[in-house]
């Protein structure tokens, strides 16, 4: 053993700094690989418009919205929100409205996606200069429960601002997670990534994965529930999960989501470009359910906040007065809703944006 170790040091300065370099190549040639590789796909700006353009809502979310926002022309109207969002606003109907002024409607949704989700993208927003940020929210999306498993998008410097360091160190693998998608494209988007190249080549087309979703979400509702039905219209979830509701206690504002409904609105009042924050519309027979309750409770919470920051805020209670059959599920607007609120909302913007 010692006779190897006086070899090694025996042996002549130049073969002991090729073996540090060898080594050093060995450590540093991975990472060197995935940085070019990040930097190519990064600034490969076909593939985020091939995606942007191609890519249906409600499937590929988060890289559609990066694409969307990579390739979005500058002083865009942005439409933030999750299902209820991409259902309730008609972009023809709006840009045919503000035709005079020659906006450009578009719409960030992704599935599911409590508000602190849009406070992670608020640089990304920030950097296309909007003429005006949209964001429709759901009663549970403005909760402090239920929505740490749908954080899919994540920047550190805005979870500086959205979450307390308390909250921060009370879950560290959230964040570890969400820093390690931050840093590469393939972290965020490998399965999006193949999925789109293979759709690209002809041999996964999107209904495919369109159909799988859609077969989920209707297992997910003929699944037994775990509360009695009337139960359910007392305080089932609005954005129809299967737990018991989250609605049998007040939410606790601030938490990260209304932390993030702050965060865009101060962005918006640097820029000096509106913020419009709207309710999304409730099916009539959960009106004066604990649903209900909360939306009082969050309308509450904002008229607070808009003292500080400028909100232009469009509670349920000044939506049109839907039926059900503006309805195609128990939360998202079918034709007949969705042409009644994007009437409405013009009528109630039209001097605001």
């Known amino acids: 053993m010692n006779d190897r170790a006086n070899a090694a040091d025996a042996a002549p300065p130049g073969v002991r700094a090729r073996g540090w370099r060898l080594a050093a190549l060995l450590l540093l040639g991975p990472l060197l690989a995935l940085f070019v590789l990040d930097r190519g796909l990064v600034g490969w700006d076909a593939q985020w418009r091939w995606a942007a353009e191609r890519i249906p809502p409600q499937t590929l979310d988060t890289y559609r919205v990066e694409a969307i926002l990579r390739t979005i022309p500058r002083g865009?109207?942005?439409?933030?929100?999750?299902?209820?969002?991409?259902?309730?606003?008609?972009?023809?109907?709006?840009?045919?409205?503000?035709?005079?002024?020659?906006?450009?409607?578009?719409?960030?949704?992704?599935?599911?996606s409590p508000a602190v989700n849009f406070g992670m993208l608020a640089r990304a927003i920030d950097e296309v200069d909007p003429a005006a940020v949209i964001l429709m929210t759901t009663t549970s999306g403005t909760g402090d429960e239920s929505w740490k498993d749908k954080v899919v998008v994540y920047d550190v410097w805005r979870a500086m601002d959205l979450f307390t360091p308390a909250e921060i160190l009370s879950d560290l693998g959230l964040h570890a997670s969400g820093v390690i998608k931050q840093s590469h494209v393939l972290a965020r988007h490998h399965y999006a990534l193949q999925l789109t190249a293979l759709n690209a080549m002809g041999r996964y087309p999107f209904w495919r994965l369109q159909f799988r979703i859609a077969r989920a979400q209707f297992l997910r509702y003929m699944k037994p529930r775990?509360?009695?039905?009337?139960?359910?219209?007392?305080?089932?979830n609005d954005d129809g999960a299967e737990e018991p509701s989250p609605y049998a206690k007040p939410f606790v504002y601030p938490n990260p989501n209304s932390r993030a409904i702050e965060l865009l609105a101060r962005d918006a009042a640097r820029r000096g470009t509106p913020f419009i924050l709207v309710e999304s519309p409730l099916l009539p027979i959960l009106a004066?359910?604990?649903?209900?309750?909360?939306?009082?409770?969050?309308?509450?919470?904002?008229?607070?906040?808009?003292?500080?920051?400028?909100?232009?805020?469009?509670?349920?209670?000044?939506?049109?007065?839907?039926?059900?059959?503006?309805?195609?599920?128990?939360?998202?607007?079918?034709?007949?809703?969705?042409?009644?609120?994007?009437?409405?909302?013009?009528?109630?913007?039209?001097?605001?944006?």
């Open 76 to 112: 865009s109207v942005l439409i933030l929100g999750n299902s209820t969002a991409e259902d309730a606003f008609d972009t023809d109907l709006l840009e045919e409205a503000y035709a005079h002024r020659g906006l450009h409607f578009a719409k960030l949704t992704i599935g599911g």
């Open 226 to 236: 775990l509360v009695p039905v009337e139960d359910q219209v007392a305080g089932g």
């Open 288 to 353: 004066g359910t604990r649903i209900a309750e909360r939306s009082v409770d969050f309308g509450t919470y904002v008229k607070e906040i808009s003292d500080v920051y400028d909100i232009d805020f469009i509670p349920r209670g000044e939506l049109p007065p839907f039926v059900r059959e503006d309805f195609k599920d128990q939360v998202h607007l079918g034709e007949s809703g969705q042409l009644k609120f994007t009437e409405r909302f013009i009528e109630l913007t039209r001097e605001r944006i």
